[in-house]
């Protein structure tokens, strides 16, 4: 009876000691990466070819998601706005929802799915198939030599991709705006101008990118890291890759917008 | 010192969590000599490969590589032993983002400053030991099982490591390959004077190139000799592994808690 009763408290303890856990021992894995970064920097072409798994395969997932993200701004915008006469504040609005909002959380999601749950499935199929162990017999340290460029890539390729889906965005909003309904192209851009600050718009919207970016790819290595080295353990752990990077960017965003604006 | 043997287990006991899988090994491996494991599946022979390269720990014992206690260093120690050493994997692990000849002259890439064009000259030199010269350009995904057991072996001598533990490497070969495998294990054992730990179920062909023999049973070295000894000796222990009989004092199955018929039954029911 007692047990019974216990059962789902007993349960909610334990999943949060393991979170708990989980989280230190990310905290430890972020450490050791940053501690053998050195040696990856130092050999640039491990972390640009990374670069280019993570990034350079991402540009047509992002470029095609900004630009229908601006279309639509831009025709909900318009709809609104004219609503109170004020349509001639389209590049304005287009450009705000994107730089603060729209840009890094919608980038930051797709490179999750697109990018993070691919660094994960690897890393744990390394795992799987023992070449993690090949790697450290052969006095290689997994870390420095997969996780730390994998790591890196993402970093830095987060903020671009952001920026170009911003750009494709602002695009976007644009050819609804000026070519398909007809507001005057000047207004449009000299409106988008004079309400975008270079520092508090923009800075802080690759403040916020780059946050998601370290918070993702390190979701990804380490749950590839400590994935359970069979095809059921990888598939759960990609699984778990996008569910928490997603979780974690909303949270995130929350948080950073409280501060920052 | 040199008349210390170059690898020495003393009194190691192992296990995975609960379950004990080694107690009470005590294994030697002169310097110079190639030494066998042998064993049934599931024995623990991997596991004794995994003590002597410092990948796992023993519960209890000592674990005596050139002189150093593997059961009691630091990582920097390991990684320092690691280095004189190459391990040939039973599944060959092969890095399956780099081509064959990136996987060969991966050590050579980290652990030596040479220009890539001695790079290139040695791992040309080691994949035609293997017989694999003309594999270079392929993918790990592209080998077959035995092709793939023969890079991993190319990459594991790669650095000409002073002491080499092979996994199972006749595993997977036709029987040309096998003796060209078996003479290359030999030649780097006798050339180079590279100490070896060769885990095998060929019993024959491991008869004929090593200097020592272990059988490993129910966690226990069950009987030891050199190959003289095993082929002649009367221990139905070892007539039943050299003939391969499947009854004998080794029991083929693992063991279980209920009997097969309760299971069979059980699923009936
Ligand atoms: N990582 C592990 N975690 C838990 N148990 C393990 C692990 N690796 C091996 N074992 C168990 O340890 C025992 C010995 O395994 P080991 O791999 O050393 O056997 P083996 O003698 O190499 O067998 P085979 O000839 O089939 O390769 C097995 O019963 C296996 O179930
Ligand atoms: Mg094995």
Do not use: C
Not at chain 2, 18 to 47: C, D, F, H, W, Y
Not at chain 2, 164 to 182: C, H, K, N, Q, W
């Amino acid at each position: 009876m007692f047990n019974t009763l216990a059962s789902p408290f007993r349960k909610l303890g334990e999943l949060t000691i393991n979170a708990v856990w989980r989280l230190g021992f990310a905290t430890r894995f972020l450490g050791a990466i940053l501690m053998y970064s050195g040696q990856s920097l130092m050999r640039l072409q491990m972390t640009i070819r990374e670069v280019y798994f993570a990034g350079v395969l991402s540009l047509i997932i992002i470029v095609v998601s900004g630009l229908f993200v601006g279309m639509v701004l831009g025709l909900q915008g318009y709809n609104t706005l004219s609503r109170f006469g004020s349509a001639d504040a389209l590049g304005a609005l287009v450009a705000l929802s994107l730089l603060r909002e729209l840009g890094p959380v919608l980038a930051a999601l797709l490179f999750a799915s697109r990018s993070g749950s691919a660094m994960t499935a690897e890393i744990g199929l390394m795992k799987a198939t023992e070449q993690l162990d090949a790697m450290r017999v052969m006095a290689v340290n997994p870390i420095a030599r997969v996780v730390a460029p994998r790591f890196w890539a993402g970093v830095i390729s987060m903020p671009v991709l952001a920026a170009l889906f911003n750009v494709m965005g602002v695009f976007g909003g644009y050819l609804i705006g000026v070519v398909m309904i007809g507001l005057d192209a000047g207004t449009f851009w000299s409106q988008m101008q004079a309400n975008v600050d270079l520092h508090s718009d923009v800075i802080n919207g690759l403040i916020k990118s780059l946050v998601f970016g370290i918070a993702v790819t390190l979701i990804a290595v380490f749950e590839g890291y400590d994935a359970t080295p069979t095809a059921s353990g990888v598939s759960s752990a990609t699984t778990r890759t996008v569910v928490t990077s997603a979780l974690v960017i909303l949270a995130l965003d929350f948080v950073l917008t409280a501060f920052m604006f | 010192m040199s008349h210390d043997p170059y690898i020495e287990l003393r009194n190691v006991s192992f296990g995975y969590g609960e379950r004990q899988i080694l107690s009470n090994i005590n294994l030697r491996v002169p310097r110079g000599q190639l030494v066998a494991i042998m064993g049934g599946s599931g024995s623990g022979k991997t596991t004794l490969l995994r003590l002597i390269s410092g990948q796992v720990r023993p519960d209890s014992g000592e674990v005596w590589v050139d002189g150093k206690n593997v059961a009691t260093m630091n990582t920097r120690e390991l990684y320092a032993h690691r280095r004189k050493m190459g391990m040939l994997f039973q599944f060959g692990a092969l890095f399956t983002d780099l081509s064959v000849a990136d996987n060969v002259a991966f050590p050579l890439r980290e652990h030596t400053a040479l220009p890539e064009d001695m790079i290139r000259d040695l791992v040309t030199l080691k994949l035609s030991a293997v017989g694999l010269r003309g594999t270079q350009t392929l993918m790990p995904a592209e080998l077959s099982g035995g092709m793939a057991r023969r890079v991993a072996l190319a990459r594991a001598i790669a650095l000409d490591p002073e002491l080499m533990l092979y996994d199972e490497p006749f595993t997977g070969l036709d029987p040309i390959s096998l003796g060209v495998i078996a003479h290359l294990i030999k030649r780097l054992n006798q050339a180079l004077g590279t100490s070896a730990v060769m885990v095998t179920h060929d019993v024959q062909k491991s008869l004929e190139i090593v200097d020592y023999v272990y059988f490993v049973a129910h966690g226990e070295i069950a009987a030891e000799g050199s190959p003289e000894t095993v082929r002649h000796s009367d221990s139905p222990w070892l007539k039943q592994f050299v003939h391969g009989d499947p009854d004998g004092p080794v029991h083929f199955a693992y063991p279980a808690d209920t009997s097969l018929a309760d299971d069979l039954s059980a699923g009936a029911r």
